[in-house]
């Protein structure tokens, strides 16, 4: 594939992707800062989405369903993987509309540093499942000194404490057991039921930014950046792990519910797309 | 040490250890059956306790602070390396009381099969926090099968659901980003604050009562019970991962806070003969 044929792809998507069509003002400024932080962050290190275009932008049969995605990998050089980006608005038979968007980044096996992953869920105006963390990618339990130097030394506990003060806010349990598995013991897993649209945006503006840049700006400051020497021995480890958690992310998150949301052809082809970047 | 010798400490520290003296009736009913149906399941399979009688019962100078600890090992052809049984009891300053209870049980390395977990801990009469769990003994990420086997087949999460719909429960975090790390997915840790003293005995018997026994029954039928094989370069992991979790545990929960509610000297006494048992 030639660099200029690329571009075209890339630019194909990438407006649909980065307007978050669907979802509050806030709600998308949040998301367009995220993406731009990281981006501006990589920059040359990331490649273009390359993903055919309709896998960046699709739909259902009715018109009901909408979603875009977009994956850039880094560069040989670079200890980024992928970055991936979606957004998916499905109307609802109540009237309403399910809006989810989210932001991960996983790193490649150059280091073992943890990946980060956001996921905000909304099911109606006044609710808001918020994933946020940055899972590591080692048992936690045989590495002590892992556990402390991303996860104690960062203060991320003080970031989910910040929203787990706010009345509305509850804790979220995945009814997924592996995704519990996954997520790392300061993870934010969070759902939040307000009274008003008004205050649930207000939460996202004044709560929910604020903690998802802080908790982005560590993982680009302290996993992201740094070097680790990974072991050859280790890096088999890393890369089975890697591989498994994308395997059954990719299940649980997607096989289930894409089917379901945009009929079995769009689902086989958006799957396909998205495991070859998951293949570690 | 002979026979004899053994029975007598064991006789010496054991009717302090089944008396929990100063907590509810319930409560100590609660504790009493968890530890007979134990012993019961196990039978001859557990030796005594051996632990020095000023280990199975200890206070501090002032007479403020009482404690038992009651570990009994289990024999060579056991799956069981040891159970662990303890009360704690405290004055506080405020003319309150904390009180403490748990009862856990360890397996060896003939099997992978999750250990046993329960902490009631009680800082006054209308708070408890419950831990409960059978924490694994895997990296559940790497071993999505053993995640099934132990978690989802024996529908743990129903028994965590039990708790959670209480009104009067919280999600409980622990201060240690280990022990959080330790527990599984659908490890129970909740906080009960009651507005009434009769309320919170009425929780312990109806609701925390029966899911403990649930959970302890679960253990002992899918995890203690049967044979599961542990190929040896598994074990060697096991045994690694075993001794990590049993060293930093004590770190966590007794050297912090015995020397403060003990006095040092005690305090080291107690955590000398228990670590003997915790070195896998």
Redesign the interface.
Known sequence: ISAPFHMELHNEGRPKFIEFPYVSSPHRSLMLDLVSTVETYFDSQLLPCTLPPDVQYYQNQGGTSHASLHIRSGHVSSPIDFILGSWIHCQLPNGGALNITSLSAYLNSSTDSPNFLMELIRSSPTSLVLILDLPPRK????D?EY?QKF??DTKL?AQRQLLEKIPEVK?YFSSS??I???VS??AILIRIESEKVERMEEIIEDHVGPVARQVLQLWLDKCASEKREVAETEREYLQ??DE??RT?TIEIDLASSLPRLFGPETADRVMAAVKEYFSA
């Open positions: 048992d936690l339990v045989l002590p556990l996860y104690e506990e804790p057991l592996y519990r598995s996954v013991p300061t089975k792990r498994l958690v059954k």
